[in-house]
């Protein structure tokens, strides 16, 4: 059963440096949103309709920029999901205003998702953001206000950051009063502008030594305030942890719509979907999951008239493998792997494989026993996590 919905909006005022994401630039009013935007609306009822999402717990309105499309389509669509216990929506600075925030909280929305990354102008200009500290500051401030709860993004290894500004992002975001904070380190991806200003010697290439160092300092930082790590990047208060977000992380199924949107379903799921969108290859047999990702540009999910309309690429994973990935993506909770879910694999792998890989990484120091019999990544996992991953992913294969 889908229990999360994921609507990608694909505009930007402008593209940052670093963004490798499926976005384009776009102008407030532009015809494209507005359409872009009323296809999403449609494609939500068809969902509906179909019972495909009538287990929905929660959803998220990402980018992209959704703010873009203003205060009264932003509010259609959230509308258009319904009320829910979480349901959020992502925003930048420059068009988060008290409209919009009024009209999404208005609408349904129970949460905003704030792209500030740095608090730093110097940093923030190296990003090319478009919004400066001051009025990151100001918007944060204005969305604690609105009675939504409230999330930001803050990113390290930026070019230019040092320890002390890192630190200084960091409580300027617990000053602010937040419930969530999420932290990343900057990826230089290819073909970006960035990378090519890196290589120029326009900016400086992050350093990767500093990398734990500042993920370590963002825990001590955040933690001290009251905001606990519940996963690799993300701290937040008692209560306020991100269910969708959670959903990824838990093998709970998703639908995606929009262009690049992924989706993560079950065989019953999918055949639900399968009806209205003949075009989707049946299951082969043994296969137990289907990881769909819509390949249709934002043009063409304009103009779609209903879900038959757009194009998707489809992965399908054995029994064994989506037991795996789940193994892999509980990893990085610190709620760790549940006795259940070690249960699942052995039934699946053998219990010989199994124990050999958890004797291996509780040897390594990057797994250890924890309340209820469970398995949690520690300290060290938590810094190394390819090295956590991997071997539990390899667990899929012979």
């Not at 495909?52 to 389509?73: F, H, K, N, R, S």
């Not at 990343?184 to 010697?201: F, V």
């Not at 790590?229 to 993300?234: G, H, I, L, P, T």
Request: glycine residues 12%; contains cysteine; proline residues 4%.
């Amino acid at each position: 059963m889908v229990r999360a919905l994921y609507l990608h909006v694909p505009f930007c005022v402008r593209r940052c440096r670093y963004c490798d994401f499926s976005t384009a630039a776009a102008r407030h009013g532009d015809v494209l949103m507005a359409s872009y935007g009323a296809a999403l609306r449609r494609l939500v009822g068809e969902a509906r309709d179909l019972g495909l999402i009538d287990g929905l717990e929660t959803a998220y309105v990402g980018g992209g920029t959704p703010t873009m499309l203003g205060a009264e389509a932003l509010a259609s669509l959230v509308g258009s999901v319904g009320a829910l216990p979480e349901l959020s929506f992502e925003a930048n600075p420059e068009s988060l205003t008290d409209e919009v925030l009024a009209a999404a909280r208005e609408a349904g929305a129970t949460r905003v998702s704030i792209g500030v990354q740095s608090f730093n102008d110097r940093e923030l200009k190296g990003l090319g953001r478009v919004h400066n500290a001051a009025l990151a500051r100001e918007r944060v401030s204005a969305a604690v206000g609105s009675g939504l709860r409230v999330s930001l993004d803050l990113m390290c290894g930026i070019p230019h950051q040092t320890r002390q500004s890192w630190e200084r992002s960091l409580a300027e975001a617990v000053a602010l009063g937040v419930g969530h904070v999420s932290c990343y380190p900057l990826m230089i991806e290819p073909g970006t502008p960035m990378e090519r200003m890196c290589e120029t010697g326009e900016l400086p290439w992050p350093s990767d030594d500093t990398e734990a160092d500042d993920m370590e300092m963002a825990e001590r930082v955040l933690g001290a305030a009251g905001l606990a790590r519940y996963e690799v990047a993300s701290y937040a208060r008692p209560g306020e942890r991100c269910r969708h977000n959670v959903a990824y992380w838990t093998g709970v199924e998703y639908l995606g719509l929009g262009t690049a949107a992924a989706s993560m379903l079950g065989l019953v799921s999918y055949e639900r979907l399968r009806r209205a969108v003949p075009s989707l290859p049946a299951p082969s047999s043994g296969t137990e999951r289907l990881r769909l990702t819509v390949t249709s540009g934002a043009r063409d999910v304009a103009g779609a008239s209903s879900l038959a309309g757009l194009a998707f690429d489809v992965e399908q994973l054995s029994a064994r493998e989506a037991a795996c990935e789940d193994l892999m993506l509980a990893a990085r909770m610190t709620d760790g792997i549940s006795p259940e879910l070690i249960a699942r694999i052995r039934s699946l792998v053998g219990d010989g494989r199994v124990d050999d890989t958890v004797s291996g990484l509780l040897d390594k120091g990057l797994l250890a026993g924890g309340d209820g019999g469970r398995l949690v990544p520690t300290h060290l996992g938590w810094l190394l996590g390819n090295e956590l991953y991997g071997p539990l992913w390899d667990l899929a294969h012979d």
